[in-house]
């Protein structure tokens, strides 16, 4: 269930393929290409979202909306604001998420070979297109403002995180909805908005507990 969660915490994505003009092989090849271009000159990307979470187990969506940053290949900062407000941190090595609410926040080491490692791989995999065709089997289509790609995962282990990876990116091939389903019957939907290239500083993917703030190691040091 940690798993899961972190997972909704980090990024989402979307289908909606009524009205789109299907790619070959080659041509989603061309528009990976294009992504993997213009991510070696600009690799910093950073948006404001809005997100749903439908869960199988309730009767209503959860939403939330914030800020998130990325620096490839895996560092990210994703602020969720309103009346439960989070923020979610990695350097690439260490995973914080702080609770403010609750002066509470939990640690996590990466490179372990953990769930949490599995789940951070295949999400940085889906979203940055890197070796994505040695995880993915991919469908695309041009819509008429950008692209969909749909992902389905090739291993079991994959699986075992989400059954479908879709996302939709703009004609700047920077992604503006995505959707994720889980093997459990869960969704998450993002919407992305005023998305910018640009270099973000390291201190961004940095976090150290505010005083007082209660430590947690849920999968241990």
Sequence with gaps: ??????????????????????????????????VREKR?????????????????????????SGHVWFGAPNKFRREVRGNAPS????????????????????????????????ALAAVNTALNLENVENSFQIAGSKTNNGYELQLLPRTQSMKRIFQRFDLRMNSDLLVSR?????????????????QSRGTITAST?????PPGTEVTTPLGR
């Design 40 to 64: 070696v000159n600009a690799p910093d990307v950073q948006a404001d979202f809005q997100e749903e979470r439908m869960i199988h187990l309730m009767n209503k969506p959860i939403s939330a």
């Design 178 to 194: 995505t959707e994720m389903l889980q093997p459990n019957g869960d969704r998450v939907v993002t919407i992305y908005s005023n």
């Design 87 to 118: 923020v979610t941190v990695s350097d690439g090595t260490q995973l914080w998420i702080h609770y403010p609410n609750f002066n509470s926040a939990e640690h996590y080491s990466l490179g372990k070979h953990s769930p949490i490692d599995a």
């Design 205 to 209: 993917f940095e976090f150290k507990p």
């Design 1 to 34: 269930m940690r798993t899961y969660r972190l997972i909704f915490f980090i990024f989402g994505l979307t289908t909606a393929l009524a009205s789109a003009q299907q790619l070959s092989s080659d041509e989603v090849k061309g528009v990976i290409e294009r």
